[in-house]
């Protein structure tokens, strides 16, 4: 048998786009790839009730609580013999020792079209909220592979989505995950499985 790429999903909430993940691999869009592992910084973060309950190890590292905080998730990630890390939702910058310890292994969704909205201080509605107040008339999501700049790295995939006249950060925010993220994140998770166990 082929062997599957080992995923880690690193998350902080509700864990969405963790769902989309674990229903793409049942139906079998995600099939290069495995989630072994999730791991959250928050505590009673949603996400992990979402993970135990379709089977999927669980490790929670509270940052303020744990004096290496990268060099823990490291040794996790590492334990698990991950291959391919995804950021979903996943509400910390990671530094770039953590970055090149897994360079090419680490993909992230953001919810706008990259260049625009991005970088720190965009996470969540935030995000939803500057592209409302800028005026323009479509957003988005991105899949991007994480280096050391925040939302800086590589693009893999982007959707585009229409912003709807009285439209507020949490109605867009609904959309962008149901019109892109959901959507993306899994072909993007499968793109990347495949190109490292095909080599
Ligand atoms: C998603 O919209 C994701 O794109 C965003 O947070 C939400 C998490 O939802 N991420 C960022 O803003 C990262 N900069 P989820 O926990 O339901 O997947």
């Known amino acids: 048998m082929v062997r599957k790429a080992r995923i880690a999903v690193l998350v902080s909430g509700g864990g969405t786009n963790l769902q989309a993940l674990i229903d793409a691999q049942k139906s079998g869009i995600i099939s290069n790839g495995e989630i072994t592992l999730v791991i959250s910084n928050k505590a009673g973060a949603y996400a992990l009730e979402r993970a ?6 669980t490790e929670t590292v509270i ?3 744990t004096p290496d905080f990268e060099g823990r998730l490291i040794e996790l990630l590492e334990e698990n013999g991950t291959d391919v890390i995804v950021l979903a939702g996943f509400m910390s910058i990671l530094s770039e020792r953590f970055t090149s310890h897994f360079e090419k ?3 992230n969704v953001h919810p706008s079209l990259i260049p625009s909205f991005c970088g720190e201080g965009f996470y969540g509605l935030r995000v939803h909220q500057a592209a409302l107040d800028y ?3 479509v957003t988005g999501a991105t899949v991007h592979f994480v280096n050391e700049i925040p939302d800086g790295g590589q693009i893999i995939m982007q959707k585009a989505v229409e912003i709807q006249p009285g439209d507020t950060p949490e109605t867009l925010q609904k959309r962008v995950m149901e019109q892109a ?3 993306i994140l899994p072909l993007s998770v499968e793109k990347v499985c495949k190109e490292i166990t095909e080599g």
Do not use: F, P, T, Y
Not at 52 to 57: D, L, R, T, V
């Open 52 to 57: 135990a309950n379709a089977g999927i190890k």
């Open 63 to 65: 940052k303020k609580d």
């Open 105 to 107: 292994r680490i993909l």
């Open 135 to 137: 005026g323009v008339k």
């Open 181 to 183: 993220e959901w959507i």
